[in-house]
T-cell receptor, first 110, second 114 residues
Framework: LAKTTQPISMDSYEGQEVNITCSHNNIATNDYITWYQQFPSQGPRFIIQGYKTKVTNEVASLFIPADRKSSTLSLPRVSLSDTAVYYCLVGGTGGFKTIFGAGTRLFVKA | DVKVTQSSRYLVKRTGEKVFLECVQDMDHENMFWYRQDPGLGLRLIYFSYDVKMKEKGDIPEGYSVSREKKERFSLILESASTNQTSMYLC?????????????FGAGSRLTVL
């Protein structure tokens, strides 16, 4: 299982774009990259998933370089409600033995 | 719109009691998981199940057992609760054929063992 490394915490201001980078040097050929968001006292919530290049949905964008050894979650124009912990995971089909790292605690200030 | 339901949000039990944590999903997912989450330790996988009556140990199965008699229900059992099992317990489910790691989580059950 590929281990991931993320910054422990980040601060931002409302309206800014936030980029959280995750390193996964040992990613396997069939591994996908998935990001979750977790608010206090709630379960993590799926945000976005990708395999290569760029993926965009209504919430975020995910940038994956050609070597796939890292990925960047981009949150456009964050608001106070985006204050949460963001987890980067890599893994194969089915989600077995899904390993969560410590995540990145994002704090958005007014 | 709730898809993964955990029966209790907060429980308080005494040392030595038997504790059942129930989880039900309505998405017809094959895979179900139990995690515990502790400050500074993140989410740790206790058990998972990929089919009815099938179970596999995760990273920290000691002191826990699970039951999956029906596809939609996955129960976590603490045979004799101890204070070090005070934690937030999270249930999740996923499709067998999902791309990878697309888990849907419940809201969590916060267990306090006195």
């Amino acid at each position: 299982l590929a281990k991931t490394t993320q910054p422990i915490s980040m601060d931002s201001y409302e309206g800014q774009e936030v980029n959280i980078t995750c390193s996964h040097n040992n990613i396997a050929t069939n591994d996908y990259i998935t990001w979750y968001q977790q608010f206090p006292s709630q379960g993590p919530r799926f945000i976005i998933q990708g395999y290569k290049t760029k993926v965009t949905n209504e919430v975020a964008s995910l940038f994956i370089p050609a070597d796939r050894k890292s990925s960047t979650l981009s949150l456009p124009r964050v608001s106070l409600s985006d204050t949460a912990v963001y987890y980067c995971l890599v893994g194969g089909t089915g989600g077995f033995k899904t390993i969560f790292g410590a995540g990145t605690r994002l704090f958005v200030k007014a | 719109d709730v898809k993964v339901t955990q029966s209790s949000r907060y429980l308080v039990k005494r040392t030595g009691e038997k504790v059942f944590l129930e989880c039900v999903q309505d998405m017809d997912h094959e895979n179900m998981f139990w995690y515990r989450q502790d400050p500074g330790l993140g989410l740790r996988l206790i058990y998972f199940s990929y089919d009815v009556k099938m179970k596999e140990k995760g990273d920290i199965p000691e002191g826990y057992s699970v039951s999956r008699e029906k596809k939609e229900r996955f129960s976590l059992i603490l045979e004799s609760a101890s204070t070090n099992q005070t934690s937030m317990y999270l249930c999740a489910s996923s499709l067998a054929s999902s791309g990878a790691n697309v888990l849907t989580f419940g809201a969590g059950s916060r267990l306090t063992v006195l």
